[in-house]
């Protein structure tokens, strides 16, 4: 994935989770979105 996302920084597969996945899995996503946006600095 990296060869066509070479700025990548990482990914999160969340196992069960369908198409909605920022409906499903509300708590996560958010999760992840923060961590991400802190990462940032």
Do not use: K, Y
Request: glycine residues 10%; charged residues 20%.
């Amino acid at each position: 994935m990296t060869a066509v996302l070479p700025d990548l920084r990482g990914s999160i597969i969340l196992d069960g989770a369908g198409h909605w996945i920022q409906q499903e899995r509300v708590a996560e996503v958010n999760a992840a979105l923060i961590d991400f946006a802190r990462s940032l600095g």
